[in-house]
């Protein structure tokens, strides 16, 4: 499983910078960036900025008003987030037919981060998998996927209680076990029957 050394903070400020290109055809302030994603101060925006610059993900002319531009990179590949997925107690979704088709954001990852085609990404709520380094408000990349080998961490969907979960899971002869990454946490035992994979875990963006 990857580890995502991404800041989700300068996500948040790349689609931002993206959305507002977009929509007036023509580049944010420093105070536009604070503003709309909510950052506590000017020289918070500009450190982010910097780094962004550094990494080549932007381009900035000192001597131009509202010169901030995305870099055009390649071998890059946008990922929706569909959503928030429970490392806890099961949350509800509003379907089992259609939870990962409803794009609520997207993020911008090299592709040899993201790999397989098909990835999705969704927020963690909860910290039943804190001791597998997933906390509550990172994201996890999914690969889709109806199997997965035991041990493995996956998001399964519950028919009898119409909710999904982050857990490991380990199948028996007449039972599931789907374990959390957490000691005080214990496990969640279901019939084969009542268990649907939805995705596995391929990788992780920690909130910073």
């Given amino acids: ?15 931002f ?3 507002f290109i977009d929509e007036r055809g023509y580049s ?36 131009i008003f509202r010169s901030i531009r995305l870099s055009q990179k390649t071998g890059t590949v946008t990922v929706p987030i569909l ?4 490392a806890g107690s099961p949350i509800p979704v509003p379907n089992s037919d259609n939870w990962t088709t409803q794009t609520t954001d997207t ?17 963690v709520k909860g910290q039943s998998m804190i001791d597998a380094l997933i906390d ?8 889709p996927a109806n199997t997965a080998e035991n041990g493995e961490m996956v998001a399964v969907w519950l028919k009898d ?7 490991r899971i380990y199948v028996e002869t007449d039972r599931v076990l789907l374990k959390p990454a957490n000691q005080t946490m214990k496990p969640i035992q279901q019939s084969p029957d009542n268990v649907e ?3 596995k875990v391929v990788g992780v963006i920690r909130k910073l």
Avoid: W
């Avoid at 959503?83 to 429970?86: L, S």
């Avoid at 040899?112 to 969704?122: H, I, P, Q, R, S």
């Avoid at 509550?136 to 690969?143: C, K, Q, S, T």
């Fill in 28 to 63: 944010p302030t420093v105070r536009d960036i604070l503003k709309g994603c909510k950052i506590s101060s000017t020289a918070v925006v500009q450190y982010h900025l910097n780094v962004l610059e550094k990494e080549k993900r932007i381009h900035r002319d000192p001597e």
């Fill in 17 to 19: 910078i993206h959305g």
């Fill in 83 to 86: 959503g928030t997925i429970a």
């Fill in 136 to 143: 509550d408000g990172d994201i996890v990349l999914m690969e």
């Fill in 107 to 123: 993020l911008e990852l090299p592709q040899e981060m993201v790999g397989t085609k098909g990835v999705f990404a969704l927020r």
């Fill in 1 to 15: 499983m990857r580890k995502l050394g991404l800041n989700t903070t300068r996500e948040n400020i790349l689609h």
């Fill in 161 to 167: 209680r119409q909710e999904v979960t982050l857990k």
């Fill in 197 to 199: 994979i939805q995705g």
